[in-house]
């Protein structure tokens, strides 16, 4: 592994297997939905990451240690938008937000009631 690669991550795709437990994979139109039908019942966190861009991933890092210390009780989805552009885009068209990357939508009830992007990105702001 390089020396930045220590720093900023690797430029590999996230892989399921080897994500945060917590995150719900949105790979599909389908996930999507079941993201929003979830938002229902509690809070649903979209975090919409670019694998290309070393902010994005230090955000991410920072933001799963946040996560992994914090006891709400949200569900959390995780949305590569390099490989699911299509769906980023309808995120964006669907909930009246801007694309940005790195960014966290926060849904309830359906509709997106927060979102913030790069190091606005915070638990503080479900």
């Known amino acids: 592994m390089s020396f930045f690669n220590k ?45 290309r861009c070393h902010i994005s991933k230090m955000v991410l890092k920072s933001f799963e240690n946040e996560v992994a210390h914090s006891d709400k009780d949200v569900v959390y989805y995780f949305l590569d938008l390099i490989s699911h552009r299509p769906i980023s885009n309808k995120i964006a068209d669907d909930f009246g937000v801007t694309h940005q990357s ?21 638990v503080n702001q479900i």
Not at 20 to 33: G, P, Q, V
Not at 34 to 44: C, D
Not at 102 to 122: R, W, Y
């Open 7 to 51: 720093i900023f991550g690797s430029d590999e795709p996230k892989d399921q297997n080897t994500s945060t437990s917590f995150w719900n994979m949105i790979e599909s139109e389908e996930d999507l939905a079941q993201a929003v039908q979830k938002s229902f019942e509690k809070k649903v966190v979209i975090f919409k990451h670019s694998t």
């Open 102 to 122: 790195p960014q966290m939508i926060v849904l309830e009830n359906g509709k997106a009631v927060k979102d913030a992007s790069h190091q606005s990105i915070s």
